[in-house]
Structures are given as structure tokens and as C-alpha cells.
């Protein structure tokens, strides 16, 4: 199991990044998959979920309205859009991916984990 995640970097208050995940080493169409971050010294956190359909999904309260979590399974990828970003975004982004959908938000029941992405918000 392989995840390439890019899209992150340092970028102002207010302006939005767009982080990719492209899987490889399983059958992504039929893996749920989500987004969590961890900023140092925290725990880590759930973002957003999306049903391995992608007809469905869910997001954390923090980032509802602003996040956008999306997939294309022709190219074995997930994706977050995130706007309007804020200095308390800055976090080590993960992408994540689970046979199951129940509990979605605890990240102990996710099977595979990318490498992460750093996402830097200055004020």
C-alpha cells in the first residue's frame, strides 16, 4: 500500500490549497477514505470522510462550510479543497482509508495512512 500525497505548503490567511492523495497497492473503489490533521503537540484530528462511492461525506465542525473532501476513483485519488484557510489550519494533513464507514471521525479504525502533508497558515 502506497499514498502520494502534495498540495501543501505555506500560504496566507484567507487563501485556500487544494492537498491530493493518489493511493496505490489496494482497490481504492472500494475503501472509504477520510482527511485528518495534527498540529504539534496535539492529537490527531478528524477532518473529513467520503464514502468510496463518493456520494456522501462528512466534515469536523472546524472546517465545515471552508473544506471540500472529493474522489476519483479513475485515478485512485482524494482530494481537500480548503478555503478561506486560517492560522489555525496549520497542521501535518493525513489522508486515511478504511474498509468500513461506521465511526468515521476516530482514527484508530482506519486501515491504510499516507505520510502526511504540511499546511502552514500565516496571519
Known amino acids: 500500500v502506497r499514498f502520494e500525497e502534495s498540495g501543501g505548503g505555506l500560504v496566507q490567511a484567507g487563501k485556500s490549497l487544494r492537498l491530493s492523495c493518489g493511493a496505490s497497492?489496494?482497490?481504492?473503489?472500494?475503501?472509504?477514505m477520510g482527511w485528518f490533521r495534527q498540529a504539534p503537540g496535539k492529537e490527531r484530528e478528524f477532518v473529513a470522510f467520503i464514502i468510496r462511492s463518493g456520494g456522501a461525506s462528512d466534515y469536523a465542525d472546524s472546517v465545515k462550510g471552508r473544506f471540500t473532501i472529493s474522489r476519483d476513483n479513475g485515478k485512485n485519488t482524494v482530494y481537500l479543497q480548503m478555503n478561506s484557510l486560517k492560522p489555525e489550519d496549520t497542521a501535518n494533513y493525513y489522508c486515511?482509508?478504511?474498509?468500513?464507514?461506521?465511526?468515521?471521525?476516530?482514527?484508530?479504525?482506519?486501515?491504510?495512512w499516507g505520510q502526511g502533508t504540511q499546511v502552514t497558515v500565516s496571519s
Open positions: 497497492g489496494f482497490t481504492f473503489s472500494t475503501y472509504n
Open positions: 486515511a482509508a478504511r474498509l468500513g464507514s461506521s465511526n468515521y471521525f476516530y482514527a484508530r479504525f482506519y486501515d491504510y
